[in-house]
């Protein structure tokens, strides 16, 4: 009977360890337990990650947009970190969408049509390697995807494209208060003179993807 109840204590603790850990996922994913099955996840890097955060999340089908850090060689960069440029990381952000409502292709063009890829690292006002723009893939499928809009861009833009197309290996998210910066900080002077606008040109350019509520 105590080796029972011994096996009942260990599966419990196990239970709640799994139980924890799922929950402090979903926390830094930002996304209640029952939309994980139906979410994809595709990255990408164009500048500020406010600004990039923001845009996404204003789309139809993106249920939650993560700012953090890939691209690079360091393990858990900091902010501080790829401020240096020496991390290889670019400011990156996770798009979780639901592939019901929205393509990856759609995503990509959503990529392409709120920043200048043709700008080698950087988006004004920000320049280093960390801002710089990357298209991430998962298959070889999503790499087609991003290879196919490149080759068509190239025949618009006066400039060749200078995106990175990198298959996608660790995302590190950013510290929480990157997170819902834009939103969450309307009185901060970069948002103001930066990230609203660029968000506010974006919509202009795609009114049909937008979602009907505010952002």
Known sequence: MKFIKSIIVVVLLLSFSVFSNTNKDIRDNKLPLNHLKEMKVAYFASGCFWCV????ESVIGVE?????????????PTYQKIGTGRTG????????????????KTLVDVFYGSHNPTTKNGQHPDYGSQYRSIAFYNTSEEKKVIENTIRKLNKVYNRKIVTEVIKI?????????????????????????????????????FPELLKKYKH
Request: proline share 6%.
């Open 64 to 76: 939650e947009a993560v700012s953090g850090y890939a691209g690079g060689h360091t393990k858990n």
């Open 169 to 205: 290996k660790k995302f590190y998210p950013a510290e929480e208060y990157h997170q819902n910066y834009e939103r969450l900080h309307p009185e901060n002077r970069y948002i103001q003179n930066i990230s609203i606008p660029r968000l506010n040109n974006f919509k202009r350019r």
């Open 53 to 56: 955060e923001a845009i996404f």
């Open 89 to 104: 990381h670019s400011e990156t952000v996770a798009v979780y969408y639901n592939p019901k409502k929205i393509s990856f």
